[in-house]
């Protein structure tokens, strides 16, 4: 039932390219996000040069990945539940949602030494999840010391009105300064021009490459 092939995708990737270097973006990843849609999507994506997807939903992730031969990276973007941490495991590259201690501990003892990045609440929506931004460089500590390699933040800007994401997405990176991490998560289509003006290094695009989500 995949709408978009792989052409499609890739000119959607090289205008997006484009675009992010025009606002002056370097060294931008652009994680493809493939939630809702099927394992055919993800193949079109990989044909088309993606090599990061995210996905949002432990249930689907497994259904979905388990199996295929050829896999891209895989970040894991949604919000998780320490009790699926375990199916995850090989299925899942980046660990892009831990806001907790928990729940880092968790992936430390499922999969030692995973590359992790601490979500923060940059919106003040509690929903999205997210520790505070005053907790994140303790939170950070504790997942080093717990063997974790923590490759940077993310975080999901203010999404009622683009331009409300920026200070959301100025102070994320003020954080990933501050604390000396390297990768900056932050961006998707609808805000992804703000967030790479304001230095983000991820950009996680669905909509705009694939099209709209079926649910
Ligand atoms: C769904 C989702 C995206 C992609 O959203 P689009 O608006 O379709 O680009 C990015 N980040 C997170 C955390 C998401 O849940």
Redesign the pocket.
């Known amino acids: 039932m995949t709408i978009v092939d792989a052409t499609v995708i890739s000119g959607r990737l090289t205008a997006l390219r484009e675009r992010i270097s025009r606002i002056g973006g370097e060294r931008v990843q652009i994680i493809g996000?493939t939630?809702t849609h099927d394992v055919e999507l993800v193949r079109a994506a990989m044909a088309a040069g993606i090599t990061e997807i995210?996905e949002?939903y432990a249930q689907e992730t497994v259904a979905k990945l388990t199996g295929l031969d050829a896999r891209p990276t895989v970040h894991f973007?949604?919000q998780l539940q320490r009790n699926k941490v375990r199916k995850l495991v090989g299925l899942v590259d980046v660990w892009q949602?831990i806001d907790r201690i928990e729940l880092g501990a968790e992936i430390a003892k499922r999969d030692p030494g995973a590359r992790v990045m601490v979500q923060v609440d940059i919106s003040g929506e509690d929903a999205k999840g997210g520790c505070l931004p005053a907790d994140t460089g303790r939170l950070v500590d504790d997942l080093r010391g717990a063997g974790l390699d923590v490759i940077g933040l993310m975080g999901?800007g203010l999404l009622a009105e683009a331009a409300e994401a920026r200070p959301g997405f100025r102070l994320l990176r003020s954080l990933v300064d501050e604390l000396g991490l390297v990768e900056c998560s932050m961006g998707?289509?609808?805000d992804l021009d703000i967030a790479v003006e304001e230095g983000s290094t991820m950009v996680?695009?669905?909509?705009?490459l694939f099209g709209h989500?079926q649910h």
């Not at 996680?204 to 705009?208: C, I």
């Open positions: 996000v939630k995210g949002n973007i949604g949602t999901v998707m289509s609808g996680r695009v669905g909509t705009g989500r």
